[in-house]
Structure formats: structure tokens, C-alpha cells
């Protein structure tokens, strides 16, 4: 299956459910321009609430649960269930919830050997079970999603569960795995963005506004943490995966970042192409409940109305600027928005939500910027493979506060460059890379505006050729 396959609203707004067995509103989820919703279901009850729920292009995700499930394998009732559902026209379908918690997730008796090194215990039976529940739900016409994580940060935290489990499957149950990644299969993420995101200083990407200057309405967002302009000044390089002294466990806490963890595995260990991401649970997160929250000290905070503004402006940059493969968040939680009066609920039924559909797959297609008209919108630097950004930045120092572009050393990053958008980009690079480099990027491409510096073995004076030839007159050679 191809992206275009899969079959849902086009809508990437979603809210997830109160819990099992408790009623829905059907009401609200027209106001709330809704295009997905997230069930947790104790067996059936909601089955005629996704026939409804599809009538009115609302995608339903169903995930029954059970109480700590640890790495169950499913049953005839299991089964039973899911097939009520199918029946109601539901094709999304999860099993398991965040094993890499072992409380409240896994048995008492077992929890303090739950972690990712574990193999035989955790890693093979969780891989094991969830290939067959794969199976089945693939041999219903449905959807199977890989587990969530919680996007915990630490030795044990949610990218190497994620690797773990794909490694497993790569290793042991290579052919079967394979056969679900090509039928249906998608992934569940849980993007509780905290604080990592802004709305620039109009004209400044790396410059965030202030909070009570948010608007929904207005260009400017940036949700792509850690790949943001803001984010690449303080830690250049960073990527979901780490990659810097500042990150030596990934850093997957932002709305994009486990979905490309994902999907980034997939083509490197399975040659796959990109499959759906969909957050069961997330959203930005602490709720401001009774007080403005600020995890993250780097970043603005944000307020009960800042909340609402980003809220809004989240799921139309998921719409217009998100990557591909990312079809939408479900808010955590529907009683949480509606009983503690958030202006989340009223900014969502006032901001318009813009559709996906064919006006991304016809003007999306291959992602990165749009053409260069006149002087680019946007820079890059791109230093080749075993060069450190440390010394770039040292020596451009009396630079900086003039002209920011974002230094790298991977070209993955052009994909977070919104297509509206220009870019230039000048690689440094040595002659014997040179043209490998040069190829692949202007490859994938075609629209940027291209320079290229060689090092000849010595950094200083590449930095020093940059100075020169672009910073100071911002123009390429």
C-alpha cells in the first residue's frame, strides 16, 4: 500500500474518547470539525457510534482494552470484537498501550524486569503476539498499528523500545513483518509536544513571538521540533535520534519526532517506504488547566488562550506544512477539554480546518521548498559527514546576529522546509565527496538554490570562503 490507500477523512483533527463505556456526544464533533476519533472500548458498545462517526467522514481508531495487558496474546473474544467493529465499517486498529511503562502496562510479577534488553521475557513475546493480532486485523480489511510509546527520554526509553521490536521483527520474523508493512500497516504515536513549538517573530524563524501574540490565524508556526530553526541555533544538528553531546538518548518529545523515528527505521532496516502515523493520544501537553505550563525552559510557555491559539494552528500546519505520512493527532482527552472549559474547544469550532485531500497530493509531491523567485526565503548549510558545526560556529561568531541560516550535517532536514517556501543551500564538503553530495541533494531537489565550498582538508578556510562569498553579500557564486 501507498499512502494515498489508506483510507480516512483527509482531516488530521481527532479527539480521543473519555474512556469505555461511557457515551459519546455526537454532537460536538461537527462543531469541532473533527476528522478523526479515538475509542478505547471495553467490547462492542461503540460499534454503532463508528457507523455514525464514518457517515459524517469522522475516522474511528479502535484499541479494547484490558487491563494490564502486558504482552497478551489476543483471544476468540478479542477476535469476536474486532470483527463487530470491522462489520461497522472501522478499518484503524490498535493493540497495546505504551509497554514501555511497565506500571500500569504489565503485570505486578514482571515489572521490574520490563525494559527494552529484556528479549525473551518482553521483546519476543510482545513482537510474537502483535504479529499475529497484525495478521488478523490485516485478514479483516483493517488496519494494524504498531504499538505507541510514551516518549520517554533515557537508556530505556521510547526509541529503543522502538528499535527494539524492529530489530526483532528484522531478525526473526523478517517475511511476515514485511507482508504487513506492504498491507495496512501504520503507526501509533502518542506526541505530547509539551512546549516545543512557537510562532516566529514574522520574518525571524528562529525568533519565537511572544505567547499572547499567538494566532491561529497567521502564518509562521513551527511544530517540527527538533528540526526547527529555533532548536538548530541552540543545539545545531539535533535530530529525533540525538545525534549531539546534548542528546545522548533522542530527543522524541515533539509532534513529528516518533513518527520519523519510525518511518526512518523502515526504510533503512526494511527498504520500506513511508506508512501512516497517527497519535492515538497527544496534543500540547500539560494541559493548562489551572496554571500556564513551560517544560521545557528554552521555550515559551503558554497559557489557557495561548493553548487554544496553537491548538488550532497545529492541525492546519499538519495540513499544510506536516510531513506526508503524518495523518493526524487525537486530543488527549475529550472530558479533559469540555469539564475544565478550555478555549481550545471554542478556537477549534471557530478556526476552519483545512483538508488534506488532493490539494496535498497534487502540489506535496517529494516535499521540500518551492521554487527560488528572486532571494531565498530560507538557508541551509549542510557540512559533509565528519565535519563538526562547532567550528563553523566559532569561527562565523561575528556573523551570526546578522544572518542565521541552519547548519547540519543532514540533508534529511530539507523535508521540514515548507513548500511555500525557498531555499538555498550551500554544502561544504571536501572534493572527494563533493559530487556524490551534490547529486543526491540536487537529485531529490530540483527547486533550491544550490552552492557548494570545498574544504580541500582545510575547515577554517571554507568557513572563511563562506564569510566571504555568501554571508556577507548573501548571495551564492
Not at 100 to 123: G, K, T
Not at 206 to 227: D, I, S
Not at 376 to 390: D, K, N, R, S
Not at 401 to 426: G, H, K, Q
Amino acid at each position: 500500500m501507498q499512502l494515498n490507500d489508506y483510507e480516512w477523512s483527509g482531516n488530521p483533527r481527532g479527539m480521543h474518547n473519555v474512556g469505555a463505556y461511557y457515551p459519546i456526544v455526537r454532537d460536538r464533533y461537527p462543531r469541532l470539525q473533527l476528522g478523526w476519533y479515538k475509542f478505547v472500548a471495553g467490547g462492542e458498545e461503540f460499534a454503532n457510534d463508528c457507523a455514525w462517526l464514518l457517515e459524517n467522514n469522522i475516522t474511528p481508531i479502535i484499541r479494547i482494552y484490558r487491563v494490564v495487558p502486558g504482552a497478551m496474546g489476543a483471544d476468540s473474544t478479542l477476535r469476536a470484537q474486532w470483527s463487530a467493529y470491522r462489520g461497522a465499517g472501522v478499518k484503524w486498529f490498535e493493540f497495546y498501550n505504551e509497554p514501555n511503562l511497565p506500571d500500569p502496562e504489565w503485570p505486578e510479577d514482571i515489572r521490574s524486569r520490563v525494559n527494552p534488553q529484556n528479549i525473551e521475557e518482553v521483546i519476543r513475546p510482545l513482537c510474537e503476539n502483535w504479529l499475529h493480532v497484525a495478521e488478523y486485523i490485516m485478514s479483516i480489511g483493517g488496519y494494524p498499528g504498531f504499538p505507541s510509546f510514551s516518549e520517554t527520554v533515557s537508556s530505556n526509553g521510547a526509541l529503543q523500545w522502538q528499535d527494539a521490536m524492529l530489530i526483532y521483527l528484522r531478525d526473526h520474523q523478517l517475511e511476515r513483518f514485511q507482508t504487513v508493512i506492504y498491507n495496512g500497516l501504520w503507526a501509533a504515536v502518542h506526541p505530547y509536544t509539551l512546549n516545543h513549538f512557537y510562532q516566529e517573530v514574522p520574518g525571524q524563524a528562529a525568533t519565537p513571538r511572544l505567547p499572547a501574540q499567538y494566532n491561529a490565524l497567521e502564518e509562521g508556526w513551527h511544530f517540527e521540533y527538533p528540526y526547527d530553526p529555533f532548536t538548530q541555533v541552540y543545539d545545531p544538528g539535533r535530530t529525533v535520534f540525538g545525534g549531539t553531546p546534548k542528546t545522548p538518548n533522542g530527543d522524541p518529545n515533539g509532534l513529528t519526532a516518533m513518527g520519523l523515528a519510525f518511518n526512518t527505521r523502515l526504510k533503512e532496516w526494511f527498504g520500506a517506504d513511508p506508512v501512516p502515523a497517527v497519535g492515538t493520544e497527544g496534543g500540547i501537553y500539560p494541559l493548562p488547566i489551572n496554571e500556564s505550563q513551560r517544560t521545557d525552559p528554552r521555550f515559551p510557555g503558554y497559557d489557557r488562550v495561548a493553548h487554544g491559539e496553537a491548538t488550532a494552528a497545529l492541525f492546519n500546519w499538519m495540513a499544510v506544512n506536516g510531513p506526508e505520512w503524518l495523518l493526524g493527532v487525537c486530543l488527549w482527552k475529550e472530558n479533559e477539554y469540555y469539564d475544565n472549559g478550555l478555549p481550545a474547544v471554542q478556537r477549534l469550532e471557530a478556526v476552519s480546518q483545512i483538508a488534506r485531500g488532493g490539494v496535498w497530493n497534487s502540489s506535496m509531491v517529494g516535499r521540500g521548498p518551492g521554487p527560488v523567485e528572486g532571494e531565498p526565503t530560507f538557508h541551509m548549510v549542510i557540512l559533509a559527514p565528519g565535519l563538526e558545526p562547532a567550528w563553523f560556529f566559532d569561527i562565523a561568531r561575528s556573523y551570526w546576529n546578522t544572518f542565521r541560516p541552519m547548519v547540519t550535517t543532514n540533508w534529511d532536514f530539507i523535508d521540514y522546509i515548507p513548500y511555500d517556501r525557498s531555499l538555498a543551500v550551500t554544502v561544504v564538503a571536501p572534493s572527494d565527496m563533493a559530487q556524490s553530495m551534490s547529486a543526491s541533494i540536487v537529485g531529490k531537489y530540483p527547486n533550491i538554490q544550490f552552492d557548494l565550498i570545498l574544504t580541500n582538508g582545510d575547515p577554517t578556510g571554507a568557513a572563511d570562503i563562506f564569510n566571504n562569498r555568501v554571508w556577507s553579500n548573501r548571495r551564492f557564486g
